[in-house]
């Protein structure tokens, strides 16, 4: 698309499918029978398990829920056995390769946001005796973001996204409700949250754009929470300090874009609407209707169009085909033309 500067009115949240031969490749060189890489295991444990501090303990067991009842996964846990720093810039590889490939486009980097380490650990994050201050973690936490972006920047990106579950999750009146009785405050976490990635932006390179995704979790078609944005809207859209927002809004879990009301101008908003949890392709009329339905809320020009979500969120993808991820990739494009020009 034309757009000047990023979110584009045409984007992409993340991740793709890996193709077979790849994925073939990556157990070839696991076995080293081939030398190589296809990077990123998930969204987010390959980046905080690199963060100077954090550890790898044992695996839980989560269940999230799936419109066909639940299955179950683990999941590593994470813990800081002592204060957090960047010993060296984590995606640095990545981006260089990323940059590289993408020749004359802008090339788009995804990290994990630093809210979700907490929100995915909880206390047990925090080791006491390397924090018997908790201000001092989130002080850590946002330095090594700083740093991290700073390193980026050094390299060539313009282009950043945050990916977070805790913000769309918290939407939910039972995760809000769980999160407090396991000893944190469900109620007011998402300001903690602000803030952390706020401090993590406040020197931000002039020219970068940074946006944040966020969603109720994603794995073949499973999430973890629902409702809409309602609860946290008008401190998210005008508190953090980001310059646009990719939002979930695929399905019913995702509530109405009545939230949007609070958006600022100068932000883009994202609009999730085509599904990578379901193969059926979307049609042009149902997201130009959804569309017109936002654009009641936050000005036309400020709404931009996206798939809800990564295609692999993990190395196993979702539940949807390569044939079908490109269609509508396609659409997204095809849409976005017709909408804005």
């Given at each position: 698309?034309?757009?000047?500067?990023?979110?584009?009115?045409?984007?992409?949240?993340?991740?793709?499918?890996?193709p077979a031969a790849l994925l073939q490749a990556r157990q070839s060189?696991?076995?080293?029978?081939?030398?190589?890489?296809?990077?990123?295991?998930?969204?987010?444990?390959?980046?905080?398990?690199?963060?100077?501090?954090?550890?790898?303990?044992?695996?839980?067991?989560?269940?999230?829920?799936?419109?066909?009842?639940?299955?179950?996964?683990?999941?590593?846990?994470?813990?800081a056995k002592r204060r957090l720093a960047l010993d060296q810039p984590?995606?640095?590889?990545?981006?260089?390769?990323?940059?590289?490939?993408?020749?004359?486009?802008?090339?788009?980097?995804?990290?994990?946001?630093?809210?979700?380490?907490?929100?995915?650990?909880?206390?047990?994050?925090?080791?006491?005796?390397?924090?018997?201050?908790?201000?001092?973690?989130?002080?850590?936490?946002?330095?090594?973001?700083?740093?991290?972006?700073?390193?980026?920047?050094?390299?060539?990106?313009?282009?950043?996204?945050?990916?977070?579950?805790?913000?769309?999750?918290?939407?939910?009146?039972?995760?809000?409700?769980?999160?407090?009785?396991?000893?944190?405050?469900?109620?007011?976490?998402?300001?903690?949250?602000?803030?952390?990635?706020?401090?993590?932006?406040?020197?931000?390179?002039?020219?970068?754009?940074?946006?944040?995704?966020?969603?109720?979790?994603?794995?073949?078609?499973?999430?973890?929470?629902?409702?809409?944005?309602?609860?946290?809207?008008?401190?998210?859209?005008?508190?953090?300090?980001?310059?646009?927002?990719?939002?979930?809004?695929?399905?019913?879990?995702?509530?109405?874009?009545?939230?949007?009301?609070?958006?600022?101008?100068?932000?883009?908003?994202?609009?999730?609407?085509?599904?990578?949890?379901?193969?059926?392709?979307?049609?042009?009329?149902?997201?130009?209707?959804?569309?017109?339905?936002?654009?009641?809320?936050?000005?036309?020009?400020?709404?931009?169009?996206?798939?809800?979500?990564?295609?692999?969120?993990?190395?196993?993808?979702?539940?949807?085909?390569?044939?079908?991820?490109?269609?509508?990739?396609?659409?997204?494009?095809?849409?976005?033309?017709?909408?804005?020009?």
């Amino acid at each position: 698309m034309t757009d000047a500067k990023p979110p584009f009115r045409a984007d992409q949240v993340g991740s793709l499918i890996r193709p077979a031969a790849l994925l073939q490749a990556r157990q070839s060189a696991k076995r080293d029978l081939i030398e190589g890489e296809f990077r990123r295991d998930s969204w987010h444990w390959d980046f905080y398990k690199r963060i100077g501090g954090i550890e790898e303990l044992d695996k839980l067991v989560a269940q999230p829920v799936s419109p066909g009842g639940s299955f179950q996964f683990s999941a590593s846990q994470l813990r800081a056995k002592r204060r957090l720093a960047l010993d060296q810039p984590i995606f640095a590889d990545d981006f260089t390769f990323l940059k590289a490939a993408a020749e004359k486009s802008t090339p788009k980097m995804t990290i994990p946001a630093p809210s979700v380490l907490h929100r995915r650990g909880g206390a047990r994050i925090v080791d006491p005796e390397t924090y018997p201050d908790i201000a001092q973690f989130w002080s850590d936490l946002s330095a090594v973001y700083a740093a991290e972006i700073a390193a980026l920047h050094d390299l060539g990106c313009t282009y950043l996204q945050f990916d977070d579950t805790s913000f769309a999750g918290l939407c939910d009146p039972a995760q809000r409700a769980a999160m407090t009785k396991a000893g944190g405050d469900g109620e007011r976490i998402h300001l903690t949250y602000i803030k952390l990635i706020n401090d993590a932006l406040r020197n931000k390179p002039p020219g970068m754009t940074i946006t944040l995704h966020t969603c109720r979790g994603n794995f073949r078609g499973a999430g973890f929470a629902s409702g809409g944005y309602d609860f946290l809207a008008e401190a998210l859209f005008n508190e953090l300090a980001v310059d646009g927002f990719f939002l979930e809004y695929d399905d019913e879990r995702s509530g109405g874009f009545e939230p949007l009301r609070f958006v600022p101008k100068g932000k883009k908003i994202v609009l999730g609407l085509v599904s990578t949890k379901r193969g059926a392709l979307e049609t042009k009329d149902e997201l130009k209707r959804r569309i017109d339905a936002a654009a009641k809320f936050v000005a036309l020009d400020q709404l931009c169009l996206s798939p809800q979500c990564g295609f692999a969120s993990v190395l196993a993808g979702e539940a949807v085909s390569e044939a079908e991820q490109f269609a509508k990739l396609r659409l997204v494009v095809e849409t976005a033309r017709e909408v804005w020009g």
